[in-house]
């Protein structure tokens, strides 16, 4: 979920300049995979480290993040950015009413602790799913 929510708003956690030549490419083993647009920005990137750890680290809260490993490479275009962010298509009636009372209530326990009402919505929507098929 943090990674995801890392994509939808990289901007607005690192900063429009750098938000722009960046992409937060993947999370493993509490490393944050960047991709840089050019060598240049690499380098940069390179000192800003500490900076940009002490940001998501007010982001995700506490050690989710401990680490930024950065490779050269092409950010996704604003369309695959966008369609990152794009939410789920919303759960019917029939969905829900697909679900029982008590799995819908779990749901929503679930997804209660996600601050992001978008990220949430993905989530609720996921979990509806899945519960009904």
Sequence with gaps: MLECTL???WPKIVGEHIGHHTWPESIRHRKLYLVAENSVWLQQLRFLKPELLAKLSACAGGD???D???RVGTPP???VEASVSAQLPPATAETRATVPDDVQASIEAAVQPVHDPALQARLRALLEKSASS
């Design 64 to 66: 989710a993040i401990t």
């Design 77 to 79: 275009a604003p369309e």
């Design 68 to 70: 930024i490993v950065l």
């Design 7 to 9: 994509q939808q708003h």
